[in-house]
């Protein structure tokens, strides 16, 4: 699964991106846990952040497998 950060997630994971193996799919809360024991410094994000699968925001109840693209989207201000 590949994982892509953006705006203010770069700065907190240290990365743009993450590869993650996944033996089996994932519900959101799986995803989040593998998430957050990896990069700790998101915990202060999750209740603002959007998940997207292959470029699609997604529900509490989609499934991550392998082969998808995984975005984390923090809220966006604009001016």
């Known amino acids: 699964m590949h994982v892509l ?3 203010q997630l770069k700065d907190v994971t240290g990365c743009a991106a993450t590869q993650l193996a996944t033996p089996s799919p994932l519900s959101c809360e799986e995803l989040w846990t593998v998430l957050l024991d990896k990069f700790p410094g ?38």
Not at 49 to 63: H, I, K, S
């Open 5 to 7: 950060f953006f705006a």
């Open 42 to 79: 998101l915990r202060a994000h999750r209740g603002n952040v959007r998940l997207a699968r292959n470029w699609e925001y997604v529900d509490g109840e989609t499934r991550f497998g392998d082969g998808d693209e995984v975005a984390l989207i923090p809220p966006v201000s604009g001016g």
